[in-house]
């Protein structure tokens, strides 16, 4: 079992930063890939960002490309976000274990965190 905490959301106006982080418990979190969603009022939940287990490679929904920087270590998996837009407003959910094609499918991962919310100020 993997359990997943999220950190580090908060208000900042736009053009600001904000660090999010993700704890991990469990020892097979450091075999998953991770990564990040988010969801916005009346919206579906979307991907963000992800990394393979091994770190390395990393992926990016195309808006975030560019603005965004997801990493991991040992037990957190984390999202830098630059350049925020009111548009990044959102509550964004770390996630872990994924399993098939399409990191953009969210029904192919397995953990998720409860949630941090975002709001980016105009």
């Known amino acids: 079992q993997v359990q997943l905490v999220e950190s580090g959301g908060g208000l900042v106006q736009a053009g600001g930063s904000l660090t999010l982080s993700c704890a991990a418990s469990g020892r097979a979190f450091s075999a998953y890939s991770a990564g990040w969603f988010r969801q916005s009022e009346g919206k579906e939940r979307e991907f963000v960002a992800a990394i393979p287990f091994g770190g390395g490679s990393t992926y990016y929904e195309a808006s975030v490309k560019g603005r965004f920087i997801i990493s991991r270590a040992r037990n957190t998996v984390s999202l830098q976000m630059n350049n925020l837009r009111p548009e990044d407003t959102a509550v964004y959910y770390c996630?872990?274990?994924?399993?098939?094609?399409?990191?953009?499918?969210?029904?192919?991962?397995?953990?998720w965190g409860r949630g941090t919310q975002v709001t980016v100020s105009s």
């Open positions: 996630t872990a274990q994924h399993v098939g094609r399409g990191y953009e499918d969210r029904s192919t991962w397995g953990y």
